[in-house]
């Protein structure tokens, strides 16, 4: 097996159980992994391939929805959800997923992954419908990995615009879990070396205790991470206070299910943080059981909600780890709104440093699932890494390529992209996916999707009596 060497001006490596940063120095590359890491090169290698580049370890994303976001966009911006506090989760989401069909997300599958390597994902933790054509896509974009299909009790709707409603399932959810399981020894029985199974009941006010207990029961039997939705907004947060008279975190934490094997979605209105008028120590919670949570700080800014705030519940012990959700699924934006959020809560310009951002989308998500060779460049560790210009103009001149990379890079400076040894983007081009068509047939599905909306909607509106457009229409004169 030949050994590739690869030389930078700047790599980010791992020693000593932190990133640091190499100049002028050369990864070495044979098969899936990562042999040497140094200024020189060593004499066996059989080749030296020489780049301009700053050289990181690929970014993992914690929290995403591959087949069905790409088509959130431009219907959960701007829209005045005021009766729900500013969430989308009642009374746009569900719209939209109504009007979608297999095909819809087949090639919204493809345009998100395509959109999650371009960005610096090497490692995707994927939850929602569950679908076949999931892993065969997975597998032909060169990505890394975790899956299988969300389930839940019942779910969440409005049937008048003022009030959140639910409607339940006959068997609490029991069925999906039961087909989770079933692809987790799919997923294993099939041995690939990038993709691998977890468990993600939907939400927490979705799953009754009975289907969280066994859910949480058969990931620690199946030694699988599991993630649930929790703390994501203040409708499900009052409706968990109204119900068992605890924040969604207590009620939790009370019924066994917190631990380190566990990934909270979004975990941001807590009690005992100006989210939420509701005393409490949620973060101490978390802190305390080790469970982990996955901020995704776009997803909540476009509805003017914040972490209060990150440095926080770093301080307090708990792991905060990245994620991509919903439009746009880009790590560098994840990177970046996480660090520039995170100054504006704290009003300082310290407030969230590159460096810790950094480690929230690399080692800290790669600890959490319990992967030392993942998310670091180090001997041992698996070849997922992304090369990054020193040369254009918003990379140049690169003092501290992990500054230069949180605040600065953009899509277009990550040329190339080797996700286990082989190169899913090369030269900017994603391999396995052709983008073009995916996202042709993504407008196709947006275009059928507004035009169903009457349909799903409480009160039948369009959508741009619902959601309006930023400007009229432009009408030729004499119109």
């Not at 640091?20 to 004499?43: Q, R």
């Not at 996916?433 to 039948?460: L, M, T």
Request: with cysteine.
């Amino acid at each position: 097996m030949n050994q590739i060497a690869y030389r930078a001006p700047w790599i980010i490596a791992y020693q000593n159980g932190t990133h640091t940063l190499l100049k002028n120095g050369c990864v070495v590359v044979e098969g899936d992994t990562i042999t040497h890491v140094g200024h020189g090169v060593p004499e066996d290698v059989d080749d030296v391939v020489e780049t301009n580049s700053v050289i990181s370890p690929g970014l993992i994303s914690t929290h995403a929805h591959i087949n069905e976001s790409p088509v959130d966009k431009t219907i959960v911006e701007d829209a005045n959800k005021r009766q729900f506090w500013n969430t989308s989760l009642i009374e746009i989401l569900p719209i939209r997923g109504a009007a979608m069909t297999d095909s819809h997300r087949e090639s919204c599958t493809n345009l998100s992954l395509a959109e999650h390597l371009r960005t610096g994902t090497t490692t995707v933790m994927h939850m929602g419908a569950p679908q076949d054509y999931l892993l065969e896509a997975i597998d032909r974009s060169g990505i890394r990995a975790y899956t299988t299909g969300s389930f839940r009790s019942g779910r969440w709707l409005t049937n008048d615009g003022k009030q959140v409603s639910y409607e339940w399932a006959d068997d609490e959810g029991f069925s999906g879990l039961q087909r989770a399981l079933d692809e987790v020894e799919t997923i294993r029985s099939m041995k690939h070396p990038r993709i691998r199974p977890w468990l993600n009941p939907s939400q927490v006010d979705t799953c009754s205790e009975n289907l969280l207990r066994e859910a949480k029961k058969a990931a620690d039997d199946s030694d699988v991470p599991i993630t649930i939705h929790a703390a994501q907004s203040f409708t499900e947060f009052n409706e968990m206070t109204r119900r068992y008279g605890r924040t969604p975190i207590e009620w939790l934490a009370d019924i066994g299910f917190l631990d380190e094997r566990v990934m909270i979605g979004h975990g941001i209105f807590l009690g005992g943080t100006p989210a939420v008028n509701f005393h409490g120590d949620d973060l101490g919670l978390l802190a305390d059981s080790g469970a982990s949570v996955s901020y995704n700080a776009w997803t909540f800014a476009r509805g003017g909600q914040n972490m209060f705030t990150y440095r926080k519940y770093l301080e307090a012990g708990v792991r905060v780890c990245l994620g991509t959700d919903s439009a746009t699924q880009s790590m560098i934006e994840s990177l970046r709104w996480t660090a520039v959020l995170g100054k504006v809560a704290e009003q300082r310009a310290d407030g969230a440093n590159s460096d810790e951002v950094f480690n929230s989308a690399t080692v800290d998500a790669a600890n959490y699932l319990g992967r030392e060779d993942l998310g670091r460049i180090a001997p041992g560790a698996k070849a997922d890494l992304l090369f990054f210009r020193t040369d254009s103009a918003t990379m140049a001149p690169t003092r501290d390529p992990v500054k230069s990379i949180v605040y600065y890079a953009q899509p277009e400076d990550l040329t190339d992209v080797m996700v286990d040894g082989n190169f899913a983007v090369e030269n900017g081009t994603v391999r396995g996916i052709d983008v073009a068509r995916a996202a042709a047939e993504v407008q196709a599905a947006g275009e059928h999707i507004w035009e169903s909306w009457p349909q799903g909607d409480w009160g039948g509106r369009t959508i741009d009596e619902h959601i309006p457009v930023s400007y009229p229409a432009f009408k030729e004169s004499g119109s």
